[in-house]
């Protein structure tokens, strides 16, 4: 991981591609220790689109029926129980659709199968539950959980990928350990029942990646974004409006930045698309890190400088946030770079960068610290212009 400090803020460089869908992305920024003691070996993650900066996650195989809900820094917020169901082998979480239109769900998948014995597989559903992240965490029990009871066309699979599609509410599972892994649709609408249920589906074969021990994975919110998982690295797909997905996935994916992680099988979406997140397992008494990879600009690349022609300041993220957060930008030419922090009267309280920059996409992370909760606005300034103005608030 490349870092430079200045003036006590990590700048963070990029890769950058050059396809007509660029999509840049920063290094890792540590958002700070998983701080619940209960989880240890968790296994997937995802994105809240019902509660603002609330990450979701749950335990391996072997483990109790309950999802763990923290925040992007990794406070411990509350812990799910879900009743009536059990956790054979769950592998992966998502956050989607499903038959209520506007309600969110959770779906976590009991899709490990490390010697390809279970004939069937399954997928629970619930509606997301709503997390007060202003009160302390409390055990909940969750009812009403269904269960979709699947099994593979052509034998059994271990798997540990599990997605969502937001456009269509068609669930995802990609197999592991094949040389070129199968990728498997249900299509909407499943057949969920109430638990227990002896009802069993066959997934749709749809097609292979040229990947192997594939471990994770998510669909951005929009539907445009695909992340697939490995050990050592992720893998990115754009999809083109009204695409079916699998065939979106048939196209070579790219890379995105990624530092392995011990046993890191859990990747995911931020809910406003700013980034994903990764989590790994505990290992060797040394709790899991919650990191966080920013998209730095989501603009199309010059195909001749292979330089952004636009200049543009990011909203930070997380908005609201409460000890730190992430401001990017991107400049089209060599400049003296000034970014300003302001208090609600607009007045300058901060300048954390203040020096000749080159073109291209940069981020700061920005730590409020000493400042109190409240309303505030953060300037980029080009060669002593202004450019442009955002605010951001700070919960405390």
């Excluded at 812990?79 to 059990?86: E, L, M, N, P």
């Excluded at 992966?92 to 499903?98: E, K, L």
């Excluded at 638990?195 to 749709?204: I, K, R």
């Excluded at 020096?355 to 002593?384: K, M, R, W």
Aim: glycine residues 8%; neutral net charge; contains cysteine.
């Amino acid at each position: 991981m490349l870092k430079i400090a200045v003036r006590g803020i990590v700048l963070l460089f990029t890769i950058t591609f050059t396809s007509a869908h660029a999509q840049e992305f920063g290094f890792r920024i540590d958002m700070g220790l998983i701080q619940s003691d209960a989880i240890t070996e968790a296994s997937g993650i995802a994105a809240s689109r019902k509660n603002p900066g609330v990450l979701w996650t749950h335990n391996d195989s072997g483990g109790q029926n309950r999802i763990f809900a923290f925040n992007t820094h990794g406070k411990h917020l509350g812990i799910y129980v879900i009743a009536g169901i059990q956790n054979r082998d769950w592998e992966d979480i998502a956050v989607g659709p499903g038959p209520i239109d506007g309600e969110e769900y959770v779906y976590i998948g009991d899709i490990g199968d490390n010697s390809a014995r279970y004939d069937k597989k399954y997928i629970y559903r619930i509606r997301e539950p709503r997390v007060d992240t202003t009160r302390t965490p409390t055990d909940t029990i969750i009812t009403k959980a269904e269960r979709f009871v699947f099994q593979y066309p052509d034998g059994n699979r271990d798997a540990e990928t599990l997605m969502v599609d937001p456009p269509t509410g068609d669930i995802y599972v990609v197999s592991k350990r094949e040389d070129k892994v199968h990728v498997y649709r249900a299509p909407y609408p499943q057949n969920f029942y109430s638990y227990p249920t002896t009802h069993t589906d066959t997934l749709e074969y749809v097609t292979m990646l040229n990947s192997w021990a594939v471990v994770g994975g998510d669909i951005s919110a929009s539907g445009s974004e695909i992340l697939i998982k490995s050990y050592n690295k992720i893998d990115y797909w754009h999809r083109e409006p009204g695409q079916v997905l699998w065939q979106a996935l048939q196209q070579n994916p790219k890379q995105v930045p990624y530092v392995p992680e011990p046993q890191g099988e859990a990747v995911c979406w931020a809910a406003d698309g700013s980034g994903y997140f990764t989590l790994s397992e505990e290992r060797n008494n040394r709790p899991a890190h919650l990191y966080f990879y920013p998209r730095l600009e989501n603009t199309i690349v010059h195909q001749k400088t292979k330089m952004p022609f636009t200049f543009k300041l990011g909203q930070n993220y997380p908005n609201p946030f409460n000890a730190s957060t992430l401001i990017s930008y991107t400049i089209c030419k060599k400049s003296l770079v000034q970014v300003k922090i302001l208090n609600p009267l607009g007045r300058e309280i901060r300048r954390p960068v203040n020096e000749v920059q080159q073109p291209g996409n940069h981020s700061i992370l920005f730590n409020a610290q000493n400042l109190t909760s409240g309303i505030y606005f953060y300037t980029l300034l080009l060669d002593g212009k202004t450019s442009r103005t955002k605010r951001m608030l700070l919960l405390k």
